[in-house]
RNA sequence: GGUCUCGUAGCUCAGCUGGAUAGAGCAGCAGCCUUCUAAGCUGCGGGUCGUGGGUUCGAAUCCCGCCGGGAUCACCA
């Protein structure tokens, strides 16, 4: 884009007028704000010291050199410390014309392009998904997306934690209380189903233990815990009638999983399950041990001692010999290492594990895996309700599918109320309604910094008017609409007039500024590694065109070359929303 | 207690690699649909950017202290 032009040319007045070398991606260039005139904004505070001049004499210096050196520059003031800058009209349109298709944004030729594998979702088979995976889904899949679009290859993994006590106390529950049920017969969705058993394991265990006057129910000795405790050990044993039921049941949940997935869509690359996995790791922390970066105790159990780092004592091995969850992300992490060659590799984990993580990669590396400092747990914050965290337990979730059913239904409820694409087929107006639920939703959590915990009112639920996904969604209808009527009317659009020398309403210029900031947006985007940026561009994005444009009047325009130009920006508009929502997983209808 | 993290309008959030008068949406009030889609637009009201220092031409943004919320520190995953 021709900031970069501006930078450059900046950085060579700087040199030549003060022999100093400064970088030019350093140098401050910005949309001049609408109070001030002017098009965009140098600040020259930095080359204050180095010009020895006040900073307005160093500002009119530069602005001076600028102005002969670009021909496009029309004019320019000082305030201060800044240089507005108002280019021709001439310079403006020819922007467009000399920008590259959107399309191309999305695979940009990136010389540091690097191979980056990224786990998301790795839910437990135990109880269906909830708001909560939601977010992890839509940021991985978004983050990859956002990655793709800066010219990176990534692929997409997934762990299902398929085995262990959870799943095992599903199973107890099933074979005393399933009676051969199966998610056909019950109704529901296999995950749904199995989730009912979890939660039934749950209460009954509670039950036992205050019977039985125990304490904690969770580890503690009720009968209900040793069943589950005994079924584990003979899952590891492989016992075959524990092997077909753990498959059953397993089986349903992960089908269940597919179709929230699909809906979703998400979708992984590579799959794994913990039940082939869970061993690996043990001889990479017996080789550490007998290289002598590990510690093991008399009772035979192994750890690693990071209390020099600020971290603790934490066990790789227990006693009996076998692995914890430490010792199988120690394995995954270099079988994926080496299978991908990945010169990255994230996690999209909520922050509750923040402290596995760190304990992770200085294991890895007191291990001898320098890689280890490419490793990035994206950490992001829960979905909180009002009373506060989510418990599965305590059934205060929002399930994932309720949740999208909910949505498509409020979506179908206003466009009804509305009467809009009333017209459309009935499997259309199904397909639209969700488009726009799903997009209100990822939008709705995609916008928010992935940092931060983020509140979810049930009761206020997902709005579908202002700075939402709909809003959006609508201005693409919008434009759709005016670019349909205009080539009905004999209207096209030509690409070729827009080098007519019209000038720009300051609205259109700033329209024209921010369409041409994609690619900075998305590497920014990148760089950050925030969905966010991307959805609150594409607000401004929009809102600037709605709000031009409820105004001013894109076909009955009289001058064909004005109407050409809004025409082209209508259109360039269309296209950069559609390839930004979609690095969200947003659709983008032509009709709403 | 240690470590990490968050605190911006009544509510939900942007802005944070320091830049000009801190922005949106929702909620409230007042307007705009025989004219390209009103899921929209325009206007009004609403702020000691938790707090006290520091760094400098300049701090919501960077550093330190304090206050408040959250997470985490298992032979669970």
């Known amino acids: 884009m021709f900031t970069q032009l ?8 700087a040199s030549q007028l003060w022999n100093q070398q400064v970088a030019p991606a350093s140098i401050q260039i910005e949309k001049t704000p609408s109070h001030f005139e002017g098009d965009v904004t140098i600040v020259v505070f ?71 594998v ?68 019950a109704g529901v969705k296999g995950d749904h189903l199995i989730g009912k058993y979890y939660v039934l ?162 294991t890895l590396k007191r291990l001898g895996y320098d890689w280890a400092d490419n490793i990035l747990h994206y950490s992001y914050g829960m979905v909180e309700l009002p009373e506060g965290k989510m418990k599965s337990r305590e059934g205060t979730v929002v399930d994932a599918d309720d949740l999208l059913d909910e949505m498509k239904q409020t979506a179908a409820d206003i466009s009804k109320e509305a009467g809009k694409a009333q017209d459309l087929p009935a499997v259309e107006q199904d397909r639209l309604h969700e488009m726009i639920g799903q997009g209100a939703l990822k939008y709705f959590i995609l916008r928010v910094d992935p940092k931060k915990n983020m509140l979810f009112n049930p009761s206020e639920s997902i709005d579908f ?9 609508y201005t693409h209808a919008r434009i759709c609409s005016v670019l349909n009527k205009g080539s009905e009317a004999g209207i096209a659009v030509d690409a070729l007039k827009w080098f007519a020398d019209a000038e720009l309403k300051p609205q259109e210029k700033e329209l024209l500024y921010q369409l041409l900031t994609l690619p900075q947006m998305t590497e920014k985007a990148a760089n950050n590694e925030s969905p966010a940026v991307v959805a609150n561009y594409s607000f401004e994005l929009a809102q600037m065109f709605n709000s031009m444009y409820q105004e001013i009047s894109i076909l009955r325009e009289p001058d064909e070359t004005l109407r050409n130009n809004r025409l082209l920006l209508a259109k360039r508009t269309a296209e950069t929303l559609k390839f930004a929502m979609g690095l969200l997983g947003v659709g983008m209808p032509e009709k709403m």
């Not at 999209?348 to 923040?354: A, L, S």
């Open 6 to 13: 501006l930078a450059q040319a900046t950085s060579d007045i």
């Open 46 to 116: 930095p080359f204050v010291k180095m010009a020895r001049l006040k900073p307005e004499d160093t500002a009119q210096a530069i602005g001076a050199a600028l102005a002969e050196k670009i021909s496009g520059i029309d004019r320019f003031n000082v305030v201060k410390g800044f240089l507005n800058i108002t280019f021709t009209p001439a310079f403006w349109l020819s922007q467009m014309s000399e920008a590259a298709p959107v399309a191309e944004y999305s695979r940009p030729e990136g010389n540091d392009a690097k191979t980056i």
């Open 118 to 185: 990224l786990e998301y979702s790795s839910p437990n088979t135990n109880k269906p998904l909830h708001l909560g995976h939601i977010r992890n889904n839509l940021l991985g899949w978004s983050l990859a997306e956002v990655y793709k679009a800066a010219g990176h290859n990534v692929i997409k993994a997934n762990l299902i934690n398929d085995r262990g006590i959870h799943i095992c106390k599903t199973m107890v529950a099933y074979n005393m209380w399933g009676n051969n049920e199966t998610p056909e017969s």
């Open 201 to 362: 394991f749950d209460k009954a265990n509670k039950e036992e233990a205050a019977e039985l006057g125990i304490e904690k129910p969770e580890d503690g000795d009720t009968p209900l815990m040793k069943d589950a405790r005994a079924m584990l050990r003979d899952w590891e044993k492989g016992e075959p009638h524990v092997m077909a039921l753990w498959n059953k049941l397993n089986s349903w949940v992960i089908d269940g999983f597919n179709d929230t997935y699909a809906r979703l869509g998400v979708d992984f690359d590579k799959v794994y399950r913990e039940s082939e996995t869970y061993l690996s790791g043990k001889d990479i922390v017996q080789k550490g041990l007998a290289e002598g970066h590990l510690q093991q105790d008399p009772d035979g159990s192994v750890w690693i001692d990071l209390t020099d780092e600020g971290l603790d004592r934490k066990i790789l091995l227990r006693s009996d010999g076998t692995t914890v969850y430490m010792t199988q992300d120690i394995g995954t992490a270099v079988a994926r290492h080496n299978d991908f060659g990945a010169d990255k590799m994230v996690y999209v984990v909520g922050n509750e594990q923040i402290y596995h993580f760190d304990v992770l990669k200085k």
């Open 465 to 473: 008017n202002g700075n939402t996904g709909p809003f959006i969604q």
